[in-house]
């Protein structure tokens, strides 16, 4: 048994690329940019709508919470009864739109059906729209932007700087993608693309999925479906990197959408589910709060 471990144990060679080091170093950056809006009369603010009592939301926004007070921002939760009417509902939203004290605005997702029929992504005002997902902020990717400083949305913008933070170019790279989705899917492949990347944005009725993924240098999963990756999706050759978008539940465990043990066996490197993508999305979501405290103050 003892030596079936240790093969076991020089098999999985794969580096894990967890957030952890990542979220340390760029914290502190962020507690210097919100002490430096401090001094200047401005304390950033971050306020949070919620419908319901959502056990995954509740769960999510406590991370957002924890991180904001981290580097000295203020955070407000506004939790709303699940029946509030869409004219209430507007209402509180632009309250918020409209308070100066407030200087990012979250729609936390999902909210119950009957508010669903709102255009939820444009309500919150572009300047204030941290998550990203204003059409006037998206844009700008399909214009071409590879600033990252925008208020892009936060897990393509995650995703980015994970990759970078490791020393894993993007340019010149053939990047797949698996999933399509508006907020992750997509905006990444717009991302990845401006950074000079060879994206190719597959999908659940993709044929041969795994030609593209065998032949990719960075595989990023974001299709939804446990362990949906294993290894026979990879080329050991490629040496491929795989960033895990994956959050899903299984057996009552949290899992990303790659086999991690099976892959580690084939590939150069993979993201962590927990402790990859998912923190550097809230880290990206407390960027996107600075930033638009900034160009506020400025405004």
Not at 61 to 79: D, M, S, V, Y
Not at 147 to 169: E, F, H
Not at 182 to 202: E, W
Request: with cysteine; aromatic share 4%.
């Amino acid at each position: 048994m003892a030596w079936g471990i240790y093969i076991n144990c020089i098999i999985m060679t794969a580096r894990i690329l967890s957030a952890k080091p990542c979220v340390e170093e760029v914290k502190l950056e962020l507690k210097k940019r919100c002490e430096s809006l401090k001094a200047r009369g401005c304390h950033p603010a971050m306020s949070v709508v919620l419908v319901g009592d959502n056990p995954a939301s509740l769960s999510y926004i406590r991370n957002k919470k924890k991180l904001c007070e981290e580097i000295g921002a203020k955070f407000t939760l506004h939790q709303l009864l699940p029946g509030i009417s869409p004219d209430d509902f507007l209402k509180v939203v632009q309250g918020l739109n409209n308070d100066p004290g407030t200087h990012g605005i979250i729609i936390q997702l999902p909210v119950t059906d009957h508010l669903a029929v709102l255009d939820l992504p444009q309500l919150v005002i572009p300047s204030k729209d941290i998550d990203g997902f204003h059409g006037e902020n998206t844009r700008k990717l399909f214009e071409g932007s590879t600033d990252m400083k925008l208020l892009l949305p936060c897990t393509p913008k995650g995703v980015v700087n994970l990759l970078k933070y490791y020393g894993y170019p993007v340019e010149g790279k053939n990047i797949v993608i698996v999933g399509r989705s508006l907020i992750v899917g997509k905006p990444l492949s717009l991302l990845l693309t401006n950074l000079n990347a060879t994206v190719t944005l597959t999908h659940s009725k993709t044929k041969d999925l795994k030609h593209f993924t065998r032949n990719a240098d960075i595989v990023v999963a974001a299709i939804g479906k446990a362990h949906f990756l294993d290894k026979t999706f990879f080329d050991s050759a490629k040496k491929t990197v795989v960033i895990d978008v994956g959050m899903n539940s299984q057996n009552g465990k949290l899992v990303g959408d790659v086999h991690t043990q099976d892959v580690s066996e084939v590939v150069s490197a993979v993201s962590p589910v927990p402790g990859g993508v998912g923190p550097m999305t809230v880290l990206s979501l407390i960027e996107n709060l600075i930033t638009a405290a900034e160009k506020q103050i400025k405004g």
